[in-house]
């Protein structure tokens, strides 16, 4: 996996997937550009967060260490047209969703979402930021730190349960997230 910004905002859906998957520092350590989520993303999943860790999970420790190590940077709005385009994106888009694109859009920054509406808006809206998701995220830290097959199982199971999420029919590695299950 290439990436073609210096920044990646994660969306709301790719932070509970990576929280969920129990290794969300070494993935985000594995990707070549800046991590960043915005104050709207961090806020509202630090209770969804929350709820995954009453399942003995450490995702809002992870999460936390994650920020307080520099590995991912929290951004807000710090323009007139960013804040703009959240008000307009959120007739179309969650609160979460509306941010990330705002912010990406002005930016031009890489977006990772695994959510099909905020992907399309984005295609259309501003058809030259990358758009990452869940399995290309994972599949690229499997490979970029030879995790082994019992590992990367157990990672996409964790995903699928704890996350909720599994990709969608159409997406190009969904065979693959399925055998390596």
């Known amino acids: 996996m290439q990436i073609t910004h210096s920044h990646v905002l994660l969306d709301a859906c790719c932070v509970l997937n990576l929280c969920a998957a129990g290794q969300f520092l070494t993935i985000l350590k594995s990707l070549p550009a800046e991590i960043v989520v915005t104050t709207v993303v961090q806020e509202r999943e630090l209770n969804t967060l929350q709820l995954l860790q009453e399942e003995e999970n450490d995702a809002v420790l992870e999460f936390q260490e994650a920020i307080a190590q520099g590995f991912l ?90 996350g909720r999420y599994i990709p969608p029919k159409n997406d190009p590695l969904r065979n693959w997230w399925i055998n390596a299950c």
Do not use: M
Request: hydrophobic share 40%; proline share 2%.
């Open 73 to 162: 940077k929290v951004v807000d709005f710090e323009s007139e047209e960013e804040e703009e385009s959240f008000i307009n994106y959120a007739a179309i888009l969650d609160d979460g969703e509306s941010a990330t694109c705002a912010i990406a859009v002005q930016r031009k920054w890489a977006i990772a979402t695994d959510d099909r509406k905020a992907i399309s808006f984005i295609q259309k809206e501003a058809p030259y930021i990358q758009i990452l998701s869940t399995p290309e995220i994972i599949k690229h830290w499997s490979e970029k730190q030879s995790i082994d097959s019992l590992v990367l199982s157990n990672v996409l199971n964790a995903i699928r349960i704890k």
